[in-house]
């Protein structure tokens, strides 16, 4: 079955600096993939997206990067705030899969002022 | 525009008792899906519905079901309570012919 993983259960980034929290997903045939964040007592938030037939997507303060050839995927935040501290997921989906997303583990992003 | 809502948003039963668990999908949103987080499985998909059907299952066991009515609300029930099915359950609600699911606050349900 898929499985989507994360390198990372906890990274710890100064404030100001960029973060880059890393996925990693085993089904080939996922073509949508999307990046959610999680703050504490919250249901997930959407991020940013993107689709099996980009590289890269950047929207704001945020880049996704994929790399299908080791399927990997990767969420980059640009000058890293506390606002941002949270857990963050990636999810992943087949597009005759309807909204059947598999969820990675989550990284906890820990902003230090 | 209300956001995804879900009650309750606190549940407390025991075991061998049943819940049934409610969410109200963002205005115009007809399809509702339905997560268990957990800290040791994390997201984990349960069902979605879409005009009232099911239209994809996870990979849990019966005792999980739920159902959704012609204003797009849904409800999940669980019979037979476990410790095990402690958690938070999602629900995430889409437009047709998107990909991108809004979820509610989540329901902390805790068996006893």
């Known amino acids: 079955g898929e499985s989507v993983g994360l390198h990372l259960p906890t990274l710890s980034v100064q404030e100001g600096d960029n973060s880059i929290i890393n996925c990693a997903y085993s089904n080939s045939a996922s073509d949508y993939f999307i990046w959610y964040k999680q703050e504490s007592g919250k249901g997930p938030q959407f991020i940013i997206d993107?689709?099996?037939?980009?590289d890269k997507r950047q929207g704001q303060r945020v880049t996704v990067l994929l790399n299908k050839t080791v399927k990997h995927l990767s969420l980059q935040i640009a000058a890293t705030q506390p606002g941002d501290s949270a857990v963050y997921f990636c999810?992943?989906?087949?597009?005759?899969?309807?909204?059947?997303?598999?969820f990675g583990s989550g990284t906890k992003l820990n902003v230090k002022p | 525009k209300a956001g995804v809502t879900q009650t309750p948003r606190y549940l407390i039963k025991t075991r061998g008792q049943q819940v049934t668990l409610s969410c109200s999908p963002i205005s115009g949103h007809r399809s509702v899906s339905w997560y268990q987080q957990t800290p040791g499985q994390g997201l984990q998909f349960l069902f979605e519905?879409?005009?009232?059907?099911?239209?994809n299952k996870g990979n849990f066991p019966g005792r999980f079901s739920g159902r959704q009515f012609s204003n797009s609300r849904s409800e999940m029930n669980v019979s037979t309570l476990e410790l095990g099915d402690s958690a938070l359950y999602l629900c995430?609600?889409?437009?047709?012919?998107?990909?991108?699911?809004?979820f509610g606050p989540g329901t902390r349900l805790t068996v006893l």
């Open positions: 993107i689709r099996s037939n980009m």
């Open positions: 995430a609600s889409s437009l047709v012919g998107s990909d991108e699911q809004f």
């Open positions: 999810a992943e989906n087949k597009a005759d899969n309807f909204n059947k997303f598999y």
């Open positions: 519905y879409f005009s009232e059907t099911q239209r």
